[in-house]
């Protein structure tokens, strides 16, 4: 066992954890982040993506232990403080850019991490960017139309704090309580009707 220190969603963790644990397992099964999900298991499909010290990784292809001494940023993690949604994830909802919602937090975070290296992308900037995540089921058009309206957001309007991380409790407990609920509903994909075909 490796005794590790990672930040998640502004909540410090120190944990003990096995050599070959990944990190989309520990961020699951001992942290509870089950906005986090497991498409393939095999880092094709993108649904694990979490955003580790700022940029978007595929979190079946990261083992804990080399998230140790990160920040890591999951979909419960990416409202602000207040509750208020992400732009990003206010423009999924606003386009309906999901059906099953599966992919819908690896690809937000996908789209966030884009979104702070390329401000003003293009369509096919934004298809290129989040060609890593897989969507079996929008056909992707309203996904870009909600990654160009999340940019337009952000270039002109600022986005609310995440609540801060609380030092000073025990190993291996959550060391604040966490940010935003974890209940299913945070997580931004069950909340949206679906159009009467
Ligand atoms: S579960 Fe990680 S890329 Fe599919
Ligand atoms: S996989 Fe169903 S909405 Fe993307």
Redesign the pocket.
Known sequence: MTRISITVDGVRYDDDVEARTLLVHHLRDRLGKVGTVVGCDTSNCGACTVLMAGDAVKSCNVLAVQADGTEIITIEGLAGGDGSLHPVQQAFHDRHA???????PG?ILAAVDLLAENPDPSDAEIREGIEGNL????GYQNIVRAVRDAASALRGAQVAEPASAVDGQMPGTPQAPPAVPSEPESVPVEAVPRPVP
């Open positions: 999901l059906q099953c919602g599966f992919c819908t690809m969507c079996r089921c929008t």
